[in-house]
């Protein structure tokens, strides 16, 4: 259900965090609503907090609209607002929502004589108290009058449950204050700003100066006559502007909904409501993910930063070692969301950078599938194939190439051991969920460590086979990540810990994962190795319109990188690759602050998109991977290097 009538951004503290941020909540306003092709009902159903109705007592009726002429005797106040309140009323036990305790505003602008017209507005709400009277029932709606208040000293000719519109240099009285529901302005007498770019400073200081008084006075502030759009909606939030008066309902609430899953900042500390945040569109073998825990996705602090030496970087010189990082679901968004989060990343100090185009062979739009094989094997692929062509002749992979050199080879990934990036390192079909085909593929050995989660992918079998056992033959099976460096010979590790969300107290286990395999790796054979490493749920945060999650499994997925640099480093014949199979979600970074960290984002989808991907590459021949290319390029262009 939509959170829009108010939408709370709770941050309170927890003792492992920085800073606490109080709550406040956004108001949304129906300006002029009865403009709308649905007067009421449209706004009603966004969820917002405020409908606005603008009334003339007109030959004895109230009538609705903005001017006399537009007047017409079937939009009455009753018929459009009254009835439909009555009726939602009698429908939800007394409540404007049956399944939310929110309260709405119905706000009344009088356009006619002040007296006459609040007069006849007071009686037909009076006859009508276990809607419009909180002393009656404490869940009735709010009312608000605006437009031609009547003077303060009148306030108490009216009935308690009327409140009024307040202006900000008037001189209340504290009982006159209690009759004042928020402070409003014209915003065009402070700024002419349009809604694009930023306000100037000048007039960002008279705008405050009148959200500082109805704030000093307890009350929420109202902008009217003021732009719209993504960044006025940012820029007044940040100011502390309460209502957002808005002629356009339904694209202000989709902006404000879920608007903690919008924002994230490292150190902040956010009360996030109870459950997870979740998507039913992933595939089989990931489809038991357990989502982002709400509670969970905040980070005390950020991670280092790993500045290379560049020693022997886009140099000649020989290539033993490739440590091909692919970011699932990674574009430049959640990479730059990332970055100002953590105000750095280490795969940012990678100086040579591409362009990858992604497009499946038969879709504009790739999948897992296909982008993770077309990077596995250097030939484009349909949607759903798995190292395979459409005629369903196997592709050899990089690591079909690195292990007929004699050379160990490794996949690493935050997820599935069966899904579809991993799988296209070692296994071969027409479909990315036959997750039995595609685990039978281990029985050939080609790969001398596998790491990820997924038991139940070698244990619940529809083939029959017992694959524990048969692998038992030729690998040391072990359970943790904790278990790779004392296994003898090849290994194969399912941890389940790493089909978990990245948080805080697990934000390093890719990275652990990633040191133990190199080192291990380097056990088997000391010309050379290849190590795929897949950080799975970024992919997963995007399918979801998590910005927290995006940002916490992009920084668990660059302290791996760091890891791939540092041994890069140490060693002087390794090249380094990060770079993803795909974007996902459409993320757009909208508003942020460099210095603090935070960060506002919002996604146009919840799948795939075709956007370009940028290539990273350091260490030896890594200027051969700038330019703009497709993503089979860089496996070609791996083996190419690799003499």
């Known amino acids: 259900m939509k959170k829009i009538l108010k939408i709370w951004l709770l941050f309170a503290a927890l003792c492992t965090c920085a800073?606490?941020?109080?709550?406040r909540p956004i108001l949304i306003h129906s300006h002029n609503d009865y403009c709308r092709r649905a007067p009421f009902w449209q706004a009603y159903a966004q969820q917002v907090y405020s409908?606005?109705?603008?009334?003339?007592?007109?030959d004895g009726k109230l009538l609705v609209g903005h001017e006399v002429e537009d007047l017409s005797p079937g939009m009455t106040f009753e018929a459009l607002y009254v009835e439909p309140l009555v009726t939602l009323f009698g429908r939800n036990g007394g409540r404007a929502?049956?399944?939310?305790?929110?309260?709405?505003?119905?706000?009344?602008?009088?356009?006619s004589a002040t007296e006459p017209t609040l007069q006849a507005v007071a009686a037909l709400l009076g006859r009508y108290p276990e809607v419009f009277d909180p002393a009656v029932n404490p869940e009735a709606v709010r009312v608000a009058v605006t437009g031609r208040v009547p003077a303060p000293a009148d306030f108490g000719k009216y009935p308690s449950y009327i409140r009024f519109d307040g202006v900000w240099d008037a001189d209340y009285t504290p009982a006159q204050l209690e009759r004042i529901a928020l402070v409003s302005a014209d915003f065009s007498d402070y700024s002419q700003w349009n809604g694009k770019g930023s306000i100037i400073p000048a007039e960002r200081a008279e705008l405050e100066t009148v959200i500082d008084r109805a704030h000093a006075w307890g009350k929420p502030v109202r902008f009217w006559g003021a732009p719209e759009g993504t960044t006025v909606y940012y820029t007044f939030y940040n100011m502390g502007i309460?209502?957002?008066?808005?002629?356009?309902?339904?694209?202000?609430?989709?902006?404000?909904?879920?608007?903690?899953?919008?924002?994230?900042?490292i150190g902040e500390c956010r009360t996030a409501a109870e459950g997870v945040t979740g998507t039913k569109r992933l595939d089989k073998t990931t489809r038991d993910f357990r989502g982002f825990q709400n509670d969970k996705l905040q980070l005390s602090k950020g991670i280092d930063v790993y500045t290379p030496t560049y020693r022997n970087d886009g140099g000649r010189g020989r290539v033993r070692n490739v440590i091909y990082l692919i970011g699932d679901g990674m574009g430049l968004s959640q990479i730059v969301a990332a970055f100002y989060a953590n105000k750095g990343l280490s795969t940012l100090q990678m100086k040579y950078i591409g362009l990858q185009q992604n497009n499946a062979l038969d879709a504009f739009t790739t999948d897992s599938a296909a982008g993770g094989s077309a990077l596995a094997t250097g030939e484009r692929h349909d949607n759903r194939h798995i190292s395979m062509s459409p005629e369903g002749v196997p592709y050899p992979s990089l690591s079909d190439f690195f292990h007929d050199r004699g050379l160990p080879v490794g996949v690493?990934?935050?997820?599935?051991?069966?899904?579809?990036?991993?799988?296209?390192?070692?296994?071969?079909?027409?479909?990315?969920?036959?997750?039995?085909?595609?685990?039978?593929?281990?029985?050939?050995?080609?790969?001398?460590?596998?790491?990820?989660?997924?038991?139940?992918?070698?244990?619940r079998r529809k083939d029959g086979i017992d694959l524990v056992g048969e692998l038992e033959k030729q690998y040391d099976f072990v359970r943790s990540v904790d278990g790779i460096d004392a296994a003898k010979g090849k290994v194969i590790c399912i941890d389940e810990a790493m089909d978990d969300a990245a948080e805080e107290t697990n934000l390093t286990l890719l990275a652990d994962a990633t040191r133990a395999s190199i080192a291990k790796l380097r056990e088997r054979g000391g010309e050379g190795f290849f190590l795929m490493v897949e950080g799975a749920k970024i992919d997963y945060a995007g399918h979801s319109r998590c910005l927290p999650g995006s940002i916490i499994e992009m920084l668990s997925f660059d302290l791996a990188v760091?890891?791939?640099?540092?041994?890069?480093?140490?060693?002087?014949?390794?090249?380094?690759?990060?770079?993803?199979?795909?974007?996902?979600?459409?993320?757009?970074?909208?508003?942020g602050d460099e210095h603090t960290g935070r960060v506002t984002g919002v996604y146009v989808s919840d799948d795939h998109t075709p956007a370009m991907l940028p290539v990273f590459a350091y260490g030896p021949g890594a200027d051969k991977f700038c330019g703009t290319y497709m993503n089979t390029e860089i496996a070609r262009r791996i083996k190419s290097l690799i003499k």
């Open 19 to 23: 800073t606490a941020v109080a709550e």
């Open 412 to 459: 690493v990934t935050l997820g599935n051991i069966a899904d579809a990036t991993p799988t296209a390192f070692y296994g071969h079909s027409v479909e990315r969920d036959n997750a039995d085909e595609l685990t039978r593929c281990l029985m050939d050995g080609r790969i001398d460590l596998l790491c990820g989660s997924g038991i139940r992918e070698f244990t």
């Open 242 to 265: 309460d209502y957002l008066n808005t002629d356009h309902p339904e694209a202000c609430a989709a902006f404000f909904d879920d608007f903690g899953n919008k924002n994230f900042q």
């Open 51 to 58: 409908i606005e109705a603008d009334v003339f007592l007109h």
């Open 97 to 111: 929502w049956k399944d939310s305790g929110e309260h709405l505003q119905l706000m009344v602008e009088l356009k």
């Open 562 to 591: 760091a890891e791939a640099l540092k041994f890069a480093d140490s060693n002087g014949e390794t090249l380094v690759i990060v770079t993803a199979d795909h974007e996902t979600g459409g993320l757009v970074v909208v508003d």
